[in-house]
T-cell receptor, first 109, second 115 residues
Framework: LAKTTQPISMDSYEGQEVNITCSHN???????ITWYQQFPSQGPRFIIQ???TKVTNEVASLFIPADRKSSTLSLPRVSLSDTAVYYC??????????FGAGTTVTVRA | KAGVTQTPRYLIKTRGQQVTLSCSPI?????VSWYQQTPGQGLQFLFE???????NKGNFPGRFSGRQFSNSRSEMNVSTLELGDSALYLC??????????????FGPGTRLTVL
């Protein structure tokens, strides 16, 4: 399985921007990078997906450098309800799906 | 459109028993993936099925197996249960664009407790 690395936790305050970086050195040429959000006792929920450069939707942005060995999820102006665990999902050279260990983001008032 | 459903939601078994979990994907989705989530190991990939064929497999022992039916519904089976198998088992369904899995939609999970 691909080795993905994310920070274990991050703290932030309401209204700030949160950036979470995931390292994925074994990403396959044709694989996409997908980020999920998970609240306690719920299944993960899709946030955003991209292949290269920058992708933006109504809740987040995803920045992917040219070598695609990392990606950064950017959450603008977080609120208390953004407190959750965030996972990045990529495929490795064997095309097996791999979640990172997850980053616990805590947003404080 | 109905979401991913998993049954049962909760299950209690004893060591040595076997268990079968069921997942019904979103209508039209042909890919079903299974994950195990524990506090210590996080979210770990078990296997993925597409059109009744297992395409990908994670690093789990052979006690963990699965199958997919022609209607895309999937089951996973764990035999000879161990205490360490206690976990939340999540199923996710997805459409495909070529070989690339699109957004995965997760079910609520089955909470398995092994005593």
């Amino acid at each position: 399985l691909a080795k993905t690395t994310q920070p274990i936790s991050m703290d932030s305050y309401e209204g700030q921007e949160v950036n979470i970086t995931c390292s994925h050195n074994n990403i396959a040429t044709n694989d996409y990078i997908t980020w999920y959000q998970q609240f306690p006792s719920q299944g993960p929920r899709f946030i955003i997906q991209g292949y290269k450069t920058k992708v933006t939707n109504e809740v987040a942005s995803l920045f992917i450098p040219a070598d695609r060995k990392s990606s950064t999820l950017s959450l603008p102006r977080v609120s208390l309800s953004d407190t959750a665990v965030y996972y990045c999902l990529v495929g490795d050279s064997d095309y097996k799906l791999s979640f990172g260990a997850g980053t616990t983001v805590t947003v404080r008032a | 459109k109905a979401g991913v459903t998993q049954t049962p939601r909760y299950l209690i078994k004893t060591r040595g028993q076997q268990v079968t979990l069921s997942c019904s994907p979103i209508s039209g989705h042909r890919s079903v993936s299974w994950y195990q989530q524990t506090p210590g190991q996080g979210l770990q990939f078990l296997f993925e099925y597409f059109s009744e064929t297992q395409r990908n497999k994670g690093n789990f022992p052979g006690r963990f197996s699965g199958r997919q039916f022609s209607n895309s519904r999937s089951e996973m089976n764990v035999s000879t249960l161990e205490l360490g198998d206690s976990a939340l088992y999540l199923c996710a369904s997805s459409g495909l664009a070529g070989d690339h899995l699109l957004e995965q939609f997760f079910g609520p999970g089955t909470r398995l407790t092994v005593l």
